[in-house]
């Protein structure tokens, strides 16, 4: 056998070995479901569906919505905070541009009512690999974790 046919087998091996030991699956986009979705994180997190059929996640006392869009083949991952009622509009923008160029993938906002909300995004569209989803998800409640810890204290 030819050292390049054997490295690539050897190499495919370990992949396999690698998904099998860590569990990892990975859903066609056609099959990705919300109940898939809730499934996947219910194996880390406390999840459920609510009555529009989105994920409700809660760990360390912080709630996040994961949502799917099956017609854009991806992922919202999203939480609110409520904001200090004596902080200004403008005060609450240079966090949110301070926390933006931070953490880059996570979009820090200020809803209508003027509160925080922060959202990410995960396309699907090859695939939704189930490690995925729950390290986005646990990275996600990182971010939210800290931002709860130094901004509202």
Request: charged share 30%; aromatic share 12%.
């Amino acid at each position: 056998m030819k050292k390049s046919k054997m490295a690539f087998i050897v190499l495919a091996l370990i992949t396999f070995s690698e998904l099998t030991t860590h569990g990892a699956v990975t859903y066609s986009k056609d099959y990705v479901a919300d109940s898939v979705v809730q499934e996947i994180l219910s194996e880390e997190f406390n999840a459920k569906l609510n009555d529009t059929k989105d994920t409700i996640v809660v760990n360390s006392g912080i709630k996040i919505l994961v949502e799917r869009d099956s017609d854009r083949s991806f992922i919202r991952i999203s939480g609110a905070f409520k904001s200090p009622e004596d902080m200004s509009r403008t005060e609450k923008l240079n966090i949110c541009q301070r926390y933006n160029d931070k953490t880059i993938f996570v979009r820090f906002s200020i809803d209508n009512d003027g509160d925080f909300y922060l959202d990410y995004f995960l396309p699907y569209n090859g695939g939704l690999d189930s490690k995925n989803l729950q390290k986005s998800v646990q990275w996600f409640f990182s971010v939210a974790e800290d931002f709860k810890d130094n901004i509202l204290k």
